[in-house]
């Protein structure tokens, strides 16, 4: 069983700074592709920060500069350091682990955690 759980989130002013972590459990992370997403009411949830297949990080626009996604293979637990906080930055942020099945015909499925609320105050 795969299990994806984020943490971190919470109430900071702008121009802050927040740490989100996620841990993935019952699976081979050195092997997962880890992304985080973020989701407002009314929108659809929108890639904020990932590992691309290659190891290269793909980061959105708006977060650029600002956010880093990062990750630890022995804790099997990926983090997305947050700074420079923004009131648009507000939402629920997810965690997506895109964890290998071993099957050659479907190598990867996708894995969200509950998702962590985070709250940046003007």
């Known amino acids: 069983q795969v299990q994806v759980v984020e943490h971190g989130g919470g109430l900071v002013q702008a121009g802050g700074s927040l740490r989100l972590s996620c841990a993935v459990s019952?699976?081979?992370?050195?092997?997962?592709?880890i992304g985080w997403y973020r989701q407002t009411p009314g929108k659809q949830r929108e890639l904020v920060a990932r590992?691309?297949?290659?190891?290269?990080?793909k980061y959105a626009d708006s977060v650029k500069d600002r956010f880093t996604i990062s990750r630890d293979n022995a804790k099997n637990t990926a983090y997305l350091q947050m700074n420079s906080l923004k009131p648009e930055d507000t939402a629920v942020y997810y965690c997506?682990?895109?964890?290998?099945?071993?099957?050659?015909?479907?190598?990867?499925?996708?894995?969200w955690g509950q998702g962590t609320q985070v709250t940046v105050s003007s």
């Open positions: 997506n682990a895109d964890v290998p099945t071993g099957l050659w015909d479907q190598p990867y499925r996708d894995y």
């Open positions: 019952g699976s081979t992370f050195s092997s997962s592709y």
């Open positions: 590992f691309t297949s290659s190891g290269v990080t």
